[in-house]
């Protein structure tokens, strides 16, 4: 079984630039999570899908974050503009809900802010 | 709120000692603990959970967890450490009712051989 699919590994931008990332999630998997992970640091959730629905994106700064899952599947992050603090491990994971909570990531999407 | 602490960044073992990697917590209610590895570079990797039941909870790899609801432990642990054990750990929890899963800020776990 394939596991949680995210592209690109890496991604160097500078200030003001944009960015997206994209995770697809293990198939049937219906709830979806980005998580941004600093230098150091636990994840921290930026936000949570059940299905296409988003359903937890308090931690989500939406000045400049936004996010969607147009058909309940995959999942697009995106920054604009991105500011140096931006600079984290963008972490996608998935899980089913019966599995009580138990999530399987992605290997991440190391963004650098110049 | 729910949090969790991992009170020790760093944790060095000699290889075939036993290991232990702390974690408190703080929830309303009863928690789902867990415990995620992450080796450089890549995801976390799911170890082991407590949900309900024995106290003491086995996962893979050969690392147990105990779950003590007085102390609001759930340290992890293996018996004998390898080398390939070095990496670092992740404790999380979440609330019975509620999918939001808090992780704690890790524990480097270095085994020397």
């Known amino acids: 079984e394939a596991g949680v699919v995210q592209s690109p590994r890496y991604k160097i931008i500078e200030k003001k630039q944009p960015v997206a990332f994209w995770c697809n999630p293990i198939?049937?998997?219906?709830?979806l999570y980005w998580y941004r992970q600093n230098l150091g640091q636990g994840p921290e959730l930026l936000i949570r899908?059940?299905?296409?629905?988003?359903?937890?994106d308090s931690q989500l700064p939406k000045d400049r974050f936004s996010a969607e899952r147009l058909k309940g599947v995959d999942s697009t992050l995106k920054i604009q503009p991105a500011e140096l603090g931006d600079s984290a491990v963008y972490l996608c994971?998935?899980?089913?809900?019966?599995?009580?909570?138990?999530?399987?990531f992605g290997e991440g999407s190391r963004l650098t802010v110049l | 709120a729910q949090s969790v602490a991992q009170p020790e960044d760093q944790v060095n073992v000699a290889e075939g000692n036993p290991l232990t990697v702390k974690c408190t917590y703080s929830?309303?209610?009863?928690?789902?603990l867990f415990w995620y590895v992450q080796y450089p570079n890549r995801g976390l990797q799911f170890l082991l959970k407590?949900?309900?039941?024995?106290?003491l909870v086995k996962g893979s790899y050969g690392f147990e967890a105990e779950f003590n609801k007085s102390q609001t432990s759930f340290h992890l642990k293996k018996p004998s450490a390898l080398v390939s054990d070095s990496a670092l750990y992740f404790c999380?929890?979440?609330?019975?009712?509620?999918?939001?899963?808090?992780f704690g800020t890790g524990t480097r776990l270095t085994i020397i051989p």
């Open positions: 994971a998935s899980s089913l809900q019966r599995l009580a909570g138990e999530l399987f």
């Open positions: 198939s049937g998997h219906n709830t």
């Open positions: 899908y059940e299905n296409e629905e988003a359903v937890d």
């Open positions: 929830v309303s209610g009863n928690p789902y």
């Open positions: 407590y949900i309900t039941g024995d106290n």
């Open positions: 999380a929890v979440r609330p019975l009712g509620n999918e939001k899963l808090t």
